[in-house]
């Protein structure tokens, strides 16, 4: 944002010698031969075409700013520069830069080999106190040696020069450019393709080379560099000098008289000599000019310029150089110097404060009258940006009068001043005005009074249109007023008065799904033409450039408008501006925000994350006002649309599957609701698991090939509380009696446990005596921990109406091993469930060895006892033995869903397994007497 600024006068003469060095008379020495490779791909085409070597013999080159492989790739913005010209970022040599020959011939002087020897001839032979390498090393890091060849025929020798790699050494003169693969026989994913490579590789590295002071004065003709050392290829670039002269700088003086338009700076000539002309050079930059560099003024013949045409309030650095008429002709640039332009009177302004500090402060060509309260550059919370102007002062006090810039046409009865305000406590008063001495406060006049009735930026924006009666040296000047409240203001403008006046308060109201009305305050002055309203869900500014249609704005004769098709769910921005004429339209004004409310159904069946539901479901929601009907999405994958897509299921609120949905499998859902063309967007998808297919008894639940914390596959944990879920561990230290993996409930430290985990669905059939037998305990005698075991026809807690066992009091510390007898009352399909309902911030609740299986098989059956039968060894490879055969008639193996895999007659105590696969197996001994035993074995 352009802004104005106080004069302020530096002392030009060396006050930034400490920050800017003598300029150096840094010149370029372009290569006339000796380069033997291309290694840059540039211009368009493969880079097998544009390049005849890469620069790491494993083929990789740099890469330009215009390469494309094709005439329609999308163009790069990394790259070596296509003018070949390198500035070195060396903070050393400011200034210096090189010369790249050219990107489309020979380029490098590539040394491959030790002793490899190459010369590069310059095509204008200069003398220089240094020169100065642009270099290089692929593939690992080199040493050189560099021989300066003078056109007398001497040399000077320099040796042990090392260049780094290419990726990651230090000195670099420029980095981040890139590379790229060329193809090399048959392409490969990743040829041709240029890479930015971070942003920080590959480097350009550059060595300093110090002239001996007898060989200054000579002309360097040419370099001859040596490979020495190294694995690296070294890749040499381009040489500048630091260039010898006989020509020494003027010293700068003091700055002379300075105005708002310009500068009267003047210099003494070097010591022992009179130049025959000087070039001066100025600029708003800090950068030390090359010995290239086109000056302002050159030829100067005397010692001292005024420099016109400059900006007011504006910092400007200048350097003057000697032009000898003897030795080298023109000396390096002096030493800098600088100065910052007056004040002025302008025509225009727009200050938003970004660029200052806080504090006690106003902006330059400002004047700051504090009064006895608060005046300052504040960063709470401004209009745009990062700061705005704060004034406080209490009811008894003074007020400060902050005083802008002088404009030239204040009188002129042409121009507003444009500004956005707010007060802490509505309502308050901020009172515009003139003064005539603008440090003097008790010269200010009132223009008018501004009633701030907002608390925050939002529809802050005030205008004063100044009169042509004010006096021509009048100064505009902003007054809070004596109440304790605090003012804020930002975003100030002196400006035309606009053709076509703005709107004002801009509101919002009814604010429905995809509705909404928007209002706001006509201008004194209605425009002929209406208004225009500008919406979106960025809150960018429109500008008199953006184009409107039917999808981001309305038109509007009065001072409201409907917006019709919103989306549901979603924040909108809103401008509104007067359109005086097809071609005259005002500032917009804004923005306001409002939020449209979600259209979306609330699922109330599955449940989210929902796990044992029917494959026959039906998924159920709450009524949407408004809605006209409902679509429905379901898919085996989120997103996914393969069983239903955007199906119309009409005004209901439950869908019913008639036809099953598949087994043990992940459904995602999604409910829309629609009216009148318009349909809820982002409504939130939620998933289910339907149940397993159901197994029958013998069921054998020991948890031993989970990944912890993960559930069995096919059993289902439900949470109805607000305590912690059922998870499986590792074999517990802490509850004797259990020594192998478990499930386990974790306390919540604040919340009570109603947790339960249910087995897969069982077919169970009535009359039948069955047994359930599992182990259960804990790991502390303070912390107590309860736990109920039932069953029912459904993996819900409501379905758990047949009791098993009921634990209100654990807290021994051991393993309890229960067998429960039972029946169920009709034949069908049953889920057990144990009940976690410990009280919150108690300890560990273990249950294992979850079995049920018909109970005419005794506890000893079902899990063997230690003194009955054994088999091992347990786990077992490929043969399982039988302690005690004899009383054995025939053997079942059964697998842990229930299955038989084989039944064995007349047994030997060796059983043969091999072909089991692995995992856990139920071994069923059928006893002479009709009695059965069961031994749990695990197969490796």
């Not at 009216?675 to 054998?700: D, H, I, M, R, V």
Request: proline share 5%.
């Amino acid at each position: 944002m352009r802004k104005n600024q106080p004069a302020l006068v530096l002392g030009a003469l060396g006050l930034f010698a400490s920050s800017f060095a003598l300029a150096q008379n840094y010149q370029q020495m372009p290569v006339q031969s000796g380069f033997t490779a291309d290694v840059v791909a540039n211009g368009t085409g493969s880079s097998a075409v544009t390049t005849n070597n890469d620069v790491d013999g494993v083929s990789y080159a740099f890469v330009a700013k215009d390469f494309l492989l094709t005439s329609t790739s999308t163009p790069i913005t990394y790259g070596l520069p296509v003018d070949g010209i390198i500035n070195s970022i060396v903070t050393t040599t400011p200034g210096l830069s090189y010369q790249l020959a050219s990107l489309s011939a020979n380029n490098s002087l590539r040394l491959a080999a030790v002793n490899d020897t190459g010369t590069l001839t310059f095509t204008t032979p200069k003398a220089a106190t240094k020169l100065y390498m642009l270099s290089t090393s692929g593939s690992g890091a080199s040493t050189v040696s560099v021989t300066v060849n003078f056109s007398d025929g001497t040399n000077q020798q320099f040796t042990g020069i090392s260049i780094a790699d290419w990726y990651n050494g230090t000195n670099f003169a420029v980095q981040g450019f890139g590379r790229i693969k060329k193809p090399v026989g048959t392409p490969v994913a990743g040829d041709d393709v240029p890479s930015p490579e971070g942003g920080t590789n590959p480097r350009l590295y550059q060595n300093e080379f110090v002239i001996n002071t007898a060989n200054q004065t000579k002309l360097i003709q040419s370099v001859a560099v040596t490979k020495t050392a190294g694995t690296g290829l070294p890749n040499i670039f381009a040489f500048s000098a630091d260039a010898y002269s006989t020509c020494a700088p003027p010293t700068l003086q003091a700055v002379g008289t300075i105005t708002a338009n310009s500068a009267a700076i003047s210099w003494t000539a070097p010591t022992g000599s009179t130049p025959a002309s000087y070039d001066i050079y100025y600029s708003t930059s800090s950068t030390i000019p090359s010995s290239t560099a086109t000056p302002n003024f050159p030829g100067e013949t005397g010692t001292s310029k005024v420099i016109p045409g400059l900006n007011p309030n504006t910092v400007y650095y200048y350097w003057v150089r000697s032009n000898c008429s003897t030795g080298t002709s023109q000396s390096a640039w002096s030493f800098g110097g600088t100065f910052k332009t007056a004040c002025g009177a302008v025509t225009s302004m727009a200050e938003n404060f970004d660029s200052y500090a806080t504090g006690n402060i106003v902006p330059d060509c400002w004047v700051r009258n504090a009064g006895t309260g608060s005046m300052t550059i504040s960063s709470t919370t401004p209009a745009s940006g990062t700061r705005n102007i704060y004034q406080y002062v209490a009811s008894t006090g003074t007020p400060s009068t902050v005083v802008l810039p002088e404009f030239s046409n204040i009188n002129a009865g042409t121009n507003w001043l444009r500004l956005k305000a707010r007060v802490s406590t509505a309502t308050g008063t901020l009172k515009v005005g003139y003064v005539t001495n603008p440090t003097d406060a008790s010269t200010f006049v009132l223009l008018q009074s501004l009633s701030l009735t907002n608390t925050t930026y939002t529809n802050s924006e005030y205008t004063v249109t100044v009169p042509n009666t004010v006096p021509a040296n009048a100064r505009l000047a902003i007054q809070n007023t004596a109440d304790g409240k605090s003012y804020y203001w930002d975003d100030v403008y002196w400006e035309p008065l606009p053709s076509c006046f703005a709107p004002t308060v801009i509101t919002s109201s009814n604010v429905a799904s995809f509705s909404a009305t928007i209002g706001w305050t006509a201008p004194a002055t209605a425009p002929a033409s209406g208004y225009d309203v500008y919406y979106s869900t960025s809150n960018v500014a429109p500008t008199s450039s953006t184009v409107l249609n039917s999808t981001n704005s309305t038109a509007s004769t009065t001072t409201s408008a409907q917006l019709t098709t919103l989306a549901s769910n979603a924040t909108y921005y809103v401008w509104v501006r007067s359109s005086c004429s097809t071609t005259s339209k005002s500032t917009w004004t804004g923005p306001i925000s409002f939020t449209t409310p979600s259209f979306c159904p609330t699922i109330t069946a599955p449940v989210a994350g929902a796990t044992g539901v029917s494959v026959t479901p039906s998924i159920t929601w709450n009524a949407v006002a408004g809605a006209a009907g409902y679509k429905l999405t379901v898919g085996t994958t989120s997103g996914g649309t393969n069983i239903l897509n955007n199906v119309d299921v009409g005004n209901v609120t439950t869908y019913p599957f008639t036809t099953s949905l598949a087994f043990n499998t992940k459904y995602y859902y999604t409910v829309n609701a629609y009216a009148g063309g318009q349909t809820s967007s982002s409504c939130t998808e939620n998933n289910f698991t339907t149940a397993c297919t159901s197994t029958g008894a013998p069921y054998l639940l020991d948890f031993e090939s989970v990944t912890t914390p993960a559930l069995p596959s096919c059993t289902y944990n439900l949470n109805a509380g607000t305590g912690n879920s059922w998870t499986t561990a590792d074999p517990p230290t802490d509850c004797p009696g259990l020594s192998t993996k478990v499930l386990r409930y974790v306390y919540n430290s604040s919340n009570a446990a109603n947790t339960w985990f249910f087995t897969q669905g069982l077919n169970l059939t009535a009359g039948t005596q069955y047994a359930i037998s599992y182990k259960y305990g804990n790991n502390s005698t303070v912390f107590v921990e309860k736990l109920k075991v039932a069953f029912g026809t459904s993996a819900t807690a409501a379905a758990m109406v047949n009791a098993i066992a009921d634990y209100p009091s654990i807290n021994d510390k051991t393993a309890h091993a229960v067998t429960v007898n039972f029946t169920v009352p009709t034949t069908g399909i049953y889920y057990f469930g144990f009940n976690a309902y410990s009280a919150a911030d108690q300890y560990y609740l273990y249950v294992d060895d979850i079995s049920i299986n018909n109970a005419n098989l005794a506890t000893s059956e079902v899990v063997a006892n230690k003194n009955d039968i054994q088999a091992y060894p347990n786990p077992f490879t490929d043969v399982l033995t039988i302690s005690d055969i004899k009383n054995v008639k025939s053997v079942s193996i059964v697998d842990i869903a229930g299955r038989l895999i084989k039944n064995i007659e007349s047994p030997s105590s060796t059983l043969h397994l091999g072909d089991l696969k692995q995992g856990v197996y139920l071994v069923v001994l059928n006893m002479n007497d009709g009695s059965k035993q069961t031994i749990k074995a695990i197969k490796k």
